[in-house]
């Protein structure tokens, strides 16, 4: 939800706690976070609305609110069917959001 660039401009804000790390996104109806792949096995929370997760060749419909692993080494997306709010979730020993990217996502 990024977790990296999406095809359209959307919400996100940046919580930090005690080794703890989470993207909050808002995704509207229609649009896709762009394929990518995380470094490390964190969780996402689909707090609200319905997406399709795409994670190598699995295909999920989920309605939040849901909590969804993402494996680390697995390309995956998200497709807002209906207007989402989505959460990354990652154990981090950083609370600076501008370097944020680099370190969650792997770099081909």
């Known amino acids: 939800m990024s977790c990296i660039p999406c095809e359209v401009e959307f919400t996100q804000k940046h919580h930090f706690?005690?080794?703890l790390y989470a993207k909050e996104a808002v995704i509207p109806a229609g649009y896709k976070v762009a394929k990518h792949i995380h470094n490390y096995t964190h969780l996402s929370l689909l707090a609200s609305g319905k997406a399709l997760v795409t994670a190598g060749d699995v295909v999920k419909e989920y309605t939040g609110p849901a909590c969804?692993?993402?494996?680390?080494g697995i390309s995956h997306k998200v497709e807002a069917i209906t207007d989402v709010v989505w959460f990354c979730i990652h154990a981090v020993d950083t609370?600076?959001?501008?370097?944020?990217?680099?370190?969650l996502i792997h770099k081909e």
């Open 68 to 72: 969804i692993e993402i494996t680390a």
């Open 17 to 19: 706690a005690a080794g």
């Open 95 to 103: 609370a600076d959001p501008k370097n944020i990217d680099e370190i």
